[in-house]
């Protein structure tokens, strides 16, 4: 018989445990399960989600760097079987796992490092086709926002490079335990047809982190570093705000800076 006891919650490794299961089911169903055959799930604390995933007809894998919820996991859902990794999300060399197969990706994830979550699916993408979950409500308005909005920033662009970005539902505070001090947003991330760039990518991912470091500023005095000619500088993309480029403006203004003699 497994045991009753509850995993202690550990601030430092950002446990908030889902209380509502109608949510848990929800997330799980966000994903559509085209194209693969296989979900990761981040972090799966003691379960709450879990639950509905293994319900699917895929196959489920879960990661979880926490060995006391690994041990709650493995006395209460032994049809895991060696399904269950404990180990880092960010660390770990996840074709160990997959072997190059594709996979979806999704969870309640810890909050202090869910942008770096998004910046390693990105880096794997090829292999990640969707991606849903739920983030720090702010963190998940800013992936899915748009050029204009006060909130659009790096994670919004390079995410949106690569995939489409939506808002699915806000989940309020009182349904974990322990509650964290803000609201949760859920959100879906489907990778785009075509999710190569048809330019630079090292030099994209620069143009875009330097532009924002200096959102006030127009992109002729914050893309300083980059010696642009003169001839380029008198073109109008400079004299906007990063905040007013969209995720094409960006592509095409890296293209305009790759060519720059
Ligand atoms: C917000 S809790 C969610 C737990 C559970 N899925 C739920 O909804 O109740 C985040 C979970 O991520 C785990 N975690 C934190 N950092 C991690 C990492 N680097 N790699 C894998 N899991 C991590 C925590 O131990 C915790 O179980």
Request: charged content about 25%; hydrophobic content about 35%.
């Amino acid at each position: 018989m497994p045991s009753n006891k509850q995993v202690r919650a550990k601030k430092h490794l950002g446990q908030h445990f889902l209380k509502d299961e109608n949510i848990a089911q929800k997330i799980a169903n966000t994903l559509s399960l085209n194209s693969y055959k296989d979900i990761l799930e981040i972090g799966p604390g003691m379960g709450v989600l879990t639950k509905y995933l293994l319900e699917k007809k895929t196959s489920i894998h879960v990661i979880e760097i926490d060995s006391e919820s690994v041990s709650y996991l493995k006395n209460h859902y032994p049809q895991l079987e060696n399904r269950i990794y404990e180990e880092d999300f960010l660390k770990y060399d996840l074709n160990k796992i997959f072997n190059g197969r594709s996979f979806a990706i999704t969870g309640n994830f810890p909050y202090n490092i869910s942008s770096q979550i998004v910046f390693k699916t990105l880096e794997i993408r090829s292999q990640v086709p969707e991606f849903s979950g739920m983030f720090q409500k702010e963190v998940a308005q800013r992936i899915c926002s748009k050029e204009g909005s006060k909130i659009y920033g790096i994670l919004s662009v390079l995410t949106q490079a690569f995939y489409e970005a939506e808002y699915l539902f806000t989940v309020p505070s009182s349904v974990f335990n322990p509650p964290p001090k803000v609201d949760s947003g859920v959100l879906i991330l489907k990778r785009k047809e075509n999710y190569l760039l048809p330019c630079d990518e090292q030099l994209f991912y620069k143009v875009v982190k330097t532009g924002f470091q200096q959102r006030r500023k127009t992109l002729r005095n914050s893309l300083k570093i980059f010696n642009l000619s003169d001839n380029l500088k008198a073109n109008a993309i400079f004299g906007k705000r990063p905040e007013q480029l969209s995720v094409t403006d960006f592509i095409n203004l890296t293209a305009l800076i790759q060519n720059d003699n």
